[in-house]
């Protein structure tokens, strides 16, 4: 361990890594404003969900392959190679001429997502004592707070053409962005952060590595817009979407079977499988996986919701989520304070779990009519709550582990949340488009769709059978483009007419805008219902650790003790 390192140069280091990390952190929430400006561009629309799944896959394909890979080679030479590529792929993606070429440089950029995500927690762990751990995980959390709320702030202000310097920004700005950050980091880290190695003798899993990766990518391509994805094949096969689910789990089912067994027989196996006999250990990951699904439920849909109901732009759907962020600041901050003057932590993560999940529960009472105040209180106490949480679990995983295994356990506990993120958004994207499904008869019966059924501007969104299109249809930025484009119309009649027909049309939105509102609410809090029953199952797993008193570092500390 590297105790015996300056203040000063910790600090460096941790800087540099939270800003990689912040990148990362960022490009989750910050490309989802530009979406729709890149597919309009490329004339894409059908390549939409690709340009989300390549990182996605990259990223968690590598996370638990680079954890290993640092524990063998040295934290800062992987670390400086996750930045490396980062940067790289934000580049190209940035300069990219076609929809293929972006979605192949997102892939190389989720490659260095993975690798950096996988080695910033785990550097922590290498610098500072368990007790002193705690401080600077929720130092993490925090910036993974903020990065939430600047995201789609940045990401609306630089697609929608901000100036500077002479310049006019557009969305391949929310690529290039990364770039000057990334290479003021990647100095940093490669002057001040030593190598942060542990292991002697170098012996890659290949085998373990391919198997892991050939798992987890083809079980997020089962549950994350499979049938979009694989439209063409199941066209040209006559496979349906159950018997194409039915073979990719099969696929995932064997390639676990043969990473089980190859990684009883590796000398340094990508996963030991020694840690599964540590029931800590396995209670955090289970508990990792389904804070992953709640928390990606309760952030992605609060922002539609926002939108939808509220009729908030994706930016200022960005500024409402500021309670919950400041919560998740907060309680990150201040309670990683107190876990290292204490040395305790269960304690906190009960508190965290227990206030998550009430708050969660309150969320299923969100309805159309519910003022914003009632969701900001809310949202704030979820935040101090999941602020708790989400900290302590990779500090709990560190603390069940030797030093020379830790960034292979730290990015366990970041692959499983991952996994558990990806399929529990995957799960509630389903169950919010049956809610919409079922409403859509009365949807396309309303005047208002009828009068659209004909216009180009509506079949370039979608299909109006599809409960995305209609919910695309209710945003405030394409209603106000149909209001435009039906004043234009108005306006070729007399005025009498014109103003009779204004109004009908403003009600005959209206009574749309009700119905969906209503059918996305409804489905919401079905969400909200099962995203809180996966909060409180974490809540009584956690109550089940046996925790181990967090060790503070000898007074005269060197390399290599605790």
């Known amino acids: 361990m590297h105790h015996h390192l300056t203040l000063r140069s910790k600090l460096i280091i941790m800087i540099s890594v939270m800003a990689s ?5 960022l490009d989750q929430t910050i490309i989802a404003t530009a979406l729709g400006k890149i597919v309009e561009d490329f004339n894409a629309f059908s390549s939409l969900s690709w340009i989300v799944t390549a990182y996605l896959i990259t990223t968690t ?6 954890g290993k890979l640092s524990d063998l080679f040295g934290r800062r030479t992987i670390l400086l190679i996750g930045v490396a590529v980062f940067v790289a792929g934000s580049l190209l993606s940035g300069l990219s001429g076609n929809i293929t070429a972006l979605i192949a440089w997102r892939a190389l950029q989720g490659i260095g ?9 785990t550097i922590v762990g290498d610098l500072f004592a368990a007790r002193e751990r705690g401080r600077w995980q929720g130092l993490i959390g925090a910036v993974f707070g903020l990065s939430s709320v600047i995201g789609p702030l940045l990401g609306g202000w630089l697609t929608d053409g901000a100036h500077f310097f002479g310049l006019t920004t557009d969305w391949r700005w929310t690529f290039f962005i990364n770039v000057p950050v990334g290479i003021v980091a990647f100095i940093l880290i490669a002057i001040y952060c030593p190598a942060l190695r542990h292991a002697t003798k170098v012996k890659i899993d290949y085998w373990g590595a391919a198997l892991l990766s050939i798992a987890t990518a083809v079980l997020i391509l089962a549950v994350d817009n499979t049938e979009t994805i694989f439209a063409d094949v199941m066209t040209s096969t006559g496979l349906t979407l159950v018997w194409l689910r039915v073979i990719m789990f099969a696929v995932v089912a064997a390639a676990i079977a043969g990473f089980i067994y190859v990684e009883r027989k590796a000398d340094e196996p990508i996963l030991p499988l020694r840690f599964f006999k540590n029931r800590n250990f396995v209670t955090v990951l289970a ?17 539609q919701f926002n939108q939808q109901v509220f009729g908030a732009t994706p930016t200022q759907s960005g500024l409402m989520l500021l309670p919950m962020v400041a919560g998740i600041m907060i309680s990150s901050i201040g309670s990683g304070q107190i876990i290292s ?8 993560m009960q508190i965290g779990f227990l206030v998550a999940t009430a708050s969660m529960v309150a969320l299923t009472f969100l309805t159309p009519e519910t003022p914003y105040l009632y969701e900001a209180v809310v949202m704030t106490i979820l935040g101090l709550g999941m602020g708790v949480a989400m900290p302590v679990l990779n500090l709990a995983i560190q603390n069940e582990v030797e030093q020379k295994d ?5 990015s366990s506990s970041q692959l499983f949340r991952s996994l558990g993120s990806t399929i529990g958004t995957a799960v509630f994207g389903a169950m919010l488009t049956a809610g919409i499904v079922s409403q859509v008869a009365a949807m396309k019966n309303t005047e208002y769709i009828k009068s659209l059924g004909q216009s180009s501007q509506v079949s370039a969104i979608g299909n109006l059978d599809d409960a995305n299109t209609l919910l695309t249809l209710n945003t405030p930025d394409i209603k106000q483009k149909i209001t435009d484009a039906a004043d234009a119309q108005f306006s070729k009649l007399p005025d009498a007419y014109a103003t009779k027909a204004r109004e009908q049309f403003n009600t005959n939105q209206q009574e749309f805008a009700s119905i969906v509102t209503h059918a996305f609410s409804d489905s919401l809090q079905r969400i909200f219902i099962v995203a809180s029953s996966l909060v409180g199952f974490s ?9 181990r008193t967090l060790r503070s570092a000898k007074p005269d500390a060197t390399p290599g003790e605790a």
């Not at 003057?341 to 906190?348: A, E, L, M, W």
């Open 341 to 348: 003057r204490t040395g305790r932590y269960k304690i906190f």
């Open 113 to 121: 997502g993975g690798i950096i995500t996988a080695n910033a927690f």
């Open 21 to 25: 990390l912040f990148l990362v952190a």
């Open 406 to 410: 830790l960034g292979v356990a730290t």
């Open 61 to 66: 394909m590598t996370v638990p392959i680079a």
């Open 287 to 303: 508990i990792a996986t389904f804070f992953g699904a709640a928390f990606m439920g309760s952030i992605l849909y609060l922002t």
């Open 539 to 547: 809540a009584v797993m956690v109550f089940t650790l046996k925790e």
